[in-house]
């Protein structure tokens, strides 16, 4: 009896032992089984076809770039460069086929070719420079993001057609992009698990000193490593400029840190000597549904990034419990274990599928619901501008009985086009659209034409695709009475210098137009200097530093926003509202409260929560299959101190 007992208790023991070891060499397929189970019972949209597609091809970038940071952090190191690589790669194809006049063909290959030659300069500071990676990969990040502004003029540069379609579909299903993924997996799973170099990773990773000693060479295995990085974050550039038919000199900004913890949330340590490709797959897949899910939900962008940051965290605990315990899941192991493996994938799959298919009748039903439906998708709410324009849509969608949900792109335009594409998936009644980019929106707003929904855009336009409405200030006119209200304050001549806006949104083209049409009327006025910054105060700030250097007695200042204006203001000091004097645009509460004080001559005010409001309207009106306007102005106004209190706004 006693026998029985300890036997008992023993198995008991060993089950639950087991079941342990279990969950902590698969955490991450735990933990992305858990989300598809959350998501699927949390939103009747999440679980359709259309929208798990959709999870793939905004995992896809991530993923390409994390399969080449797995090689890194397999051997211990660590690679920040790979966003900027990436966005360095795109722009030499599209400007090698398009400007330079080199077949597409070619201009694939100079693109590969550009993420190999980041990698080996990588490899080169790390292993005969003795850079640390981080320093070495940092100074790669800068130089690659300036190389990509350089050489596109800040300006982001059409796409040949024919690698456009990386983009596109197979078969009206499969996205181009998703199978890229699978591909790239495939090759850095055969890498780490089939090749001399990969073995030498797990090498290096686990004891460099001892690899040095039975024979490897480390510094030349390091020249490969960080060059296939390279030539993964090459692939990951050209996939998602094709999604978004233009390469995009800021594009993938961040991205290094997501493919980070894709590996890191796969099961990679970043101690080196462990990490496995199936395993960076399914971290890149865990943050694509979080991100999708939470846009569904209409979860705050930055209560996303918190959830981001706590699953990371997590992510590294599990990692630490892990190596506490002895498990050690890498790649490429005992022919056992990777049946284990396999049959293990296969278990998750039958019980994931079965949950969900059980979580699926909680929402049949569900969308018969009379209250209209919609999405707007912000370029940033880190502007008092689109803070308004969200609360002039929101205070419009209560007052009409409108279900809206609001995304921030956070000046990202991939993450815009994921959004887009969410509303899309969705069956969303109308979506409106204030572009990151100009051209970059216009795949998403096609996908959404194409399935029936309207789509206003409000502030910016959207290129080469169909809007039922634009809903903008005249930003010409608006540059034109800017520039007339700072001759005029100057008497006709002095120095000037322009703030221009993020290049490539329709909104800084326009207000440069009409700055530089209404500055010909005054011959006296010369511009000394003319530098983007982004609408961005902190980037005002330093720029017009910068410019106060090489021209100090600049008398004058236009900016193409209040942001900006603000951050001039800043740089000026006390000559602000004095010896120099500074018209910004929009005529936001900031830049009101400067105008009164003194230091902003004058703003040239939009009426923001006037465009969320009457965006909001039309997109109602389309819904519904009302005729709207093609163009609906709104006017602007100059606001100087005489008037601003009598200004509402």
Request: aromatic share 4%; proline share 3%.
């Amino acid at each position: 009896m006693a026998t029985d007992t300890l036997k008992s208790t023993t198995g008991a023991r060993g089950a639950s032992g087991g079941l342990r070891r279990l969950l902590l060499d698969n955490g991450a397929l735990t933990a992305l089984i858990v989300l598809v189970i959350a998501m699927s019972a949390l939103s009747g949209d999440f679980l359709t076809t259309d929208n798990l597609l959709n999870v793939g091809v905004q995992a896809a970038v991530t993923a390409i770039l994390a399969f080449g940071v797995t090689f890194v952090i397999v051997s211990a190191g660590i690679d920040l460069s790979v966003g900027s690589v990436a966005a360095l790669s795109a722009t030499v194809l599209a400007w090698s086929a398009t400007s330079a006049g080199v077949p597409v063909f070619l201009a694939v290959l100079l693109a590969i070719a550009t993420g190999i030659v980041c990698g080996l300069v990588n490899g080169v500071l790390i292993s005969y420079g003795k850079l640390p990676p981080f320093i070495a990969t940092l100074a790669m990040l800068s130089v690659a993001r300036g190389l990509s502004l350089v050489i596109s003029e800040g300006s982001p540069i059409a796409f040949p057609d024919s690698v456009s379609h990386l983009g596109d579909t197979l078969g009206g299903w499969l996205p181009v992009p998703v199978l890229v993924m699978i591909v790239m997996g495939l090759i850095a799973a055969f890498v780490l698990g089939r090749t001399y170099i990969g073995r030498s990773m797990y090498a290096i990773g686990g004891n460099e000193e001892a690899a040095r000693l039975s024979g490897l060479r480390v510094k030349k295995q390091k020249l490969a490593i960080y060059a296939f990085s390279g030539v993964f974050a090459a692939v990951a550039g050209v996939v998602l400029a094709a999604r978004l038919s233009s390469a995009q000199p800021q594009a993938a900004d961040g991205y290094e840190l997501d493919a980070i913890a894709a590996v890191v949330i796969g099961g990679a340590s970043l101690a080196g000597g462990t990490g496995k490709a199936s395993g960076t797959l399914i971290g890149a897949l865990i943050l694509a549904v979080l991100r999708n899910g939470l846009n569904l939900l209409n979860v705050s962008a930055f209560w996303q990034q918190v959830v981001i940051g706590v699953v990371i965290a997590l992510a590294v605990l599990l990692d630490t419990a892990r190596r506490k315990a002895g498990v050690n899941p890498v790649a490429g192991g005992a022919g056992g274990g990777r049946g284990r493996q396999a049959t293990t994938y296969a278990l998750a799959a039958v019980v994931t599928v079965a949950i969900v298919g059980a979580t699926s009748f909680l929402h049949n039903g569900s969308s018969a619901t009379s209250t209209p439906k919609m999405g707007l998708s912000l370029s940033t709410l880190n502007n008092p501008f689109f803070v308004q324009i969200r609360a002039g849509a929101e205070a419009e969608a209560e007052k009409l009985g409108v279900d809206l949900t609001v995304t921030d792109a956070q000046n990202d335009a991939s993450q815009q086009a994921n959004q887009l594409q969410n509303f899309t998936s969705s069956n969303l009644g109308a979506i409106i659209v204030n572009p990151v980019d100009s051209d970059a929106a216009s795949n998403s707003v096609k996908a959404a034409d194409k399935a029936g929904i309207p789509v206003i855009a409000v502030d910016r336009t959207v290129n080469n695709a169909r809007t039922d409405t634009l809903v903008a200030s005249d930003n010409v006119a608006g540059g034109e009475l800017a520039a007339k209200t700072i001759a005029d304050r100057l008497g006709g001549k002095g120095e000037i210098v322009i703030l221009q806006g993020q290049a490539g949104t329709s909104a800084a083209r326009e207000r440069a137009a009409g700055f530089a049409k209404g500055l010909k009327a005054y011959p006296g006025i010369k511009v000394v200097a003319q530098q983007p910054a982004d609408f961005d105060r902190t980037k005002g700030l330093d720029v017009m530093s910068n410019l106060l250097q090489a021209h100090p007695d600049v008398q004058g200042v236009i900016a193409a926003n209040d942001e900006m204006a603000l951050g001039a203001i800043k740089a000026l000091g006390s000559k602000a509202g004095k010896s120099v004097s500074v018209v910004g645009f929009d005529g936001t509460p900031d830049g009101l409260k400067a105008v009164e004080g003194g230091t902003l001559y004058a703003s040239v005010a939009q009426q923001p929560s006037q465009l969320g409001r009457i965006a909001v309207e039309n997109a109602l009106k389309a819904l519904k299959g009302e005729k709207v306007q093609e163009t609906v102005k709104v006017p602007v106004k100059v606001v100087t101190e005489e008037n601003v209190a009598g200004f509402s706004g």
